[in-house]
Structure formats: C-alpha cells, structure tokens
Nanobody, 121 residues
Framework: QVQLVESGGGLVQAGGSLRLSCAAS????????MGWFRQAPGKEREFVAS?????DYADAVKGRFTISRDNFKNMVYLQMNSLKPEDTAVYYC?????????????????WGQGIQVTVSS
C-alpha cells in the first residue's frame, strides 16, 4: 500500500502562486508515476499533470504549473503560478505502479485525501 498526503493548499488571490506537496510512503518510489488531479464543485475530476521519466500537463495549466519530484525524499510537488479563479478545486495527488504516467484517473492505484485550493478574483 502507498499512502499519499497532500499539503500546501489554501486561499490565494488571482495572479498569485501556491506550491502543493505530496508525501508518499512508498518503497521504490522512483518506480511510480505520479499525478495531480483536481475536482471543482459540481464537476468531474480532471487531470492536471503527471510525472514519471517525463512530465505532461493539461492544456489549461500548461505554462503556469510545474510538476516535479524528489525521489530521495519521496515527494512530488506542483508549483502553481498565475493562478486563476477557475483553478479553484480540491487537488489530489495520485500514484501509479508503473514507470508511465497517465492523464486518466482510473489508471492510478493510490490517492491522497485531497487539499483545497481557492483562488479569489
């Protein structure tokens, strides 16, 4: 089993920045692909970014968000810049027991509890 714990969420004004962190309790963490997803009220959960050997981003966040990982610390990060009110959502960290990332949430094996990000206009 892999446990994932997100931190770093909160309230920020439009145009501001936040950095989300995800701590993973996984052996051989480097062998897991990691992803960030988000779910806004009344909407389905959507892909934000993934990282394995490379990284991938949803079009809505490209150029504003950066995903990174520290395999020595078992951590994944999501740096979010130029935040917009439409980025308001609960953000989830996810792990996939493979080297390959995915934009599909049902391809991920483990999930964190989620953390709220609110961007005010």
């Amino acid at each position: 089993q892999v446990q994932l714990v997100e931190s770093g969420g909160g309230l920020v004004q439009a145009g501001g920045s936040l950095r989300l962190s995800c701590a993973a309790s996984a052996r051989a963490f480097s062998t897991y692909a990691m992803g960030w997803f988000r779910q806004a009220p009344g909407k389905e959960r959507e892909f934000v970014a993934s990282i394995s050997r490379g990284s991938d981003y949803a079009d809505a966040v490209k150029g504003r968000f950066t995903i990174s990982r520290d395999n020595f610390k078992n951590m994944v990060y999501l740096q979010m810049n130029s935040l917009k009110p439409e980025d308001t959502a609960v953000y989830y960290c996810a792990a996939r027991a493979t080297y390959f990332g995915s934009a599909l949430d049902n391809n991920y094996d483990f999930w964190g509890q989620g953390i709220q990000v609110t961007v005010s206009s």
